[in-house]
């Protein structure tokens, strides 16, 4: 983890008020793929241009404005900006606590670690991180970041709080313009049955599956071409069939995968004998 703070001020709850700072919690490991002009296999550059110059700026001659209705450009400097009369600027401004069972999973967007940032800070914040894991509750809360103010939940994760933010309800997209697509087929009971033992089965993921498998796929892509070979085939998708006799070898498979020989699987276990 980055130990540069991305955020500092203080979260508060009630009269208490804990000098605190954000940490990126993730981080993203992609694979870069440059641009390039496809005539000549150069790379493509992107550069700052002023249209009223003519020319090419550096970077410190960069800023931010807004742009007013008659098309003016307004400038706006990192002190007007400090300067906004907006509360979560500066804190994570708790607004109750709820059950999480509350937050909507496609709200979540970005994660933080919120570390204490002075001694004093210890004492109440280990007390909300606590008194969070007592109550099993989490803290709805603002907070301003990046130019952006959300709302965000405040939970405890391995002895500290972690800080997710949440997209607004308007911006959350309604599913209600793909409800013509949403199946009305009768299921039979045999096909609810299959797909459950499916499941019981799955349960449980390898670990071994936790990692993006494009970089490595990329890599063979691209040694393959510069040696002058013929790239590897990518996996063809299996031949539809029928969804009884695809659950019955989704079954068969997971129980293959899952189970040591002469090992019942545990809906053999639990079904019932005759």
Not at 7 to 16: H, L, N, R
Not at 39 to 45: E, H
Not at 103 to 121: F, K, L, T
Not at 126 to 133: K, P, R, T
Request: with cysteine.
């Amino acid at each position: 983890m980055s130990a540069t703070a991305t955020w500092s001020g203080t979260i508060a709850f009630g009269m208490v008020a804990i000098p605190v700072q954000l940490y990126a919690a993730t981080e993203e490991h992609t694979v870069r793929l440059r641009e390039i002009h496809t005539a000549d296999g150069s790379r493509v550059q992107h550069r700052r241009f002023c249209a009223a110059e003519g020319r090419e700026i550096p970077y410190d001659e960069v800023g931010r404005g807004v742009e007013l209705p008659d098309g003016r450009m307004l400038p706006l400097s990192e002190e007007d900006l400090a300067r906004l009369p907006l509360p979560s600027m500066h804190t994570i401004r708790v607004l109750g606590f709820i059950d999480p069972q509350g937050v909507v999973p496609i709200g979540y967007d970005r994660a933080y670690y919120i570390a204490p940032a002075a001694p004093d800070a210890d004492r109440p914040y280990a007390l909300l991180v606590e008194v969070l894991s007592r109550t099993k509750l989490v803290a709805m809360a603002k907070v301003a970041i990046r130019s952006r103010e959300r709302r965000a939940v405040v939970r405890p994760y391995r002895g500290l709080l972690l800080l997710q933010t949440l997209h607004w309800r308007d911006e959350i997209r309604d599913p209600g313009d793909l409800a013509h697509l949403v199946p009305t087929i009768p299921l039979s009971d045999r096909e609810r049955r299959l797909a459950e033992v499916v499941v019981q089965e799955m349960t449980g993921v390898d670990d071994s599956e936790d990692h993006d498998a494009y970089a490595h796929a990329l890599d063979q892509l691209v040694a393959a071409v510069v040696s002058g070979g013929e790239p590897a085939e990518p996996p063809q998708p299996e031949p539809a069939v029928d969804l009884m006799t695809a659950l019955q070898q989704s079954v068969e498979e997971a129980r293959s995968a899952r189970q040591p020989a002469n090992h019942p699987s545990k809906a053999d276990r639990e079904r019932p004998h005759d």
